[in-house]
T-cell receptor
Framework: SAVISQKPSRDICQRGTSLTIQCQVD?????MFWYRQQPGQSLTLIAT?????????ESGFVIDKFPISRPNLTFSTLTVSNMSPEDSSIYLC??????????FGPGTRLTVT | GDSVTQMEGPVTLSEEAFLTINCTYT??????LFWYVQYPGEGLQLLLK?????DKGSNKGFEATYRKETTSFHLEKGSVQVSDSAVYFC?????????????FGKGTKLSVKP
């Protein structure tokens, strides 16, 4: 399985600022995903990021709030823009491998004050 | 739409007890089914999977069987350890949804006491 790292592992940010989260994979992958896990909740897919094309966002998530870059087959970033306390969550990236399974990074724990 | 329902927690067991976490699903077609585990402070790890009816996924003493007739994928372990304390998520890959999109249940928190 792919080994996935994320930076930063955690951060505390002020309301109104932006944070960019990096996701690095140790092998080339076609599909990468970004999820949000709000406190005590399950995972919600934010968007699918394919190299060389615009990210595909799920209902309730927009590019202005969560811009995503995918410059190559091993790297992606997610920016959380103009943050509010409601954005406090764990953000996870994942990659698709095999028959539908996904492998996840360790997550970025974001607290917005 | 496609969905996953799993038993609500928290579940508290003594060490060496038998574990069952129920999971049922709704999907058109034939989804692949997964159990993920999230240890405290960590990301999700794939625990086991099954891709077709009657398949049994197994790993680290955990098992789950893909039951199409009951649309279920219950997680079991014969003897739990303190180190199994974690949140367990049942998930499916929707055959009719976005490519690669995993649909998760709400998670079941397991606490194992010595």
């Amino acid at each position: 399985s792919a080994v996935i790292s994320q930076k930063p592992s955690r951060d505390i940010c002020q309301r109104g600022t932006s944070l960019t989260i990096q996701c690095q994979v140790d092998s080339q992958v076609t599909m990468m995903f970004w999820y949000r896990q709000q406190p005590g909740q399950s995972l919600t897919l934010i968007a699918t990021a394919n190299q060389g094309s615009e990210a595909t966002y799920e209902s309730g998530f927009v590019i202005d709030k969560f811009p995503i870059s995918r410059p190559n087959l091993t790297f992606s970033t997610l920016t959380v823009s103009n943050m509010s306390p409601e954005d406090s969550s764990i953000y996870l990236c994942s990659v698709a491998q095999g028959r539908g399974e996904q492998y996840f990074g360790p997550g970025t724990r974001l607290t917005v004050t | 739409g496609d969905s996953v329902t799993q038993m609500e927690g928290p579940v508290t067991l003594s060490e060496e007890a038998f574990l069952t976490i129920n999971c049922t699903y709704t999907a058109t077609g034939y989804p692949s089914l997964f159990w993920y585990v999230q240890y405290p402070g960590e990301g999700l790890q794939l625990l086991l999977k099954a891709t077709k009816a009657d398949d049994k996924g197994s790993n680290k003493g955990f098992e789950a069987t893909y039951r199409k007739e009951t649309t279920s994928f219950h997680l079991e372990k014969g003897s739990v350890q303190v180190s199994d304390s974690a949140v367990y998520f049942c998930a499916l890959t929707s055959p009719g949804g976005s490519q690669g999109n995993l649909i998760f249940g709400k998670g079941t928190k397991l606490s194992v006491k010595p």
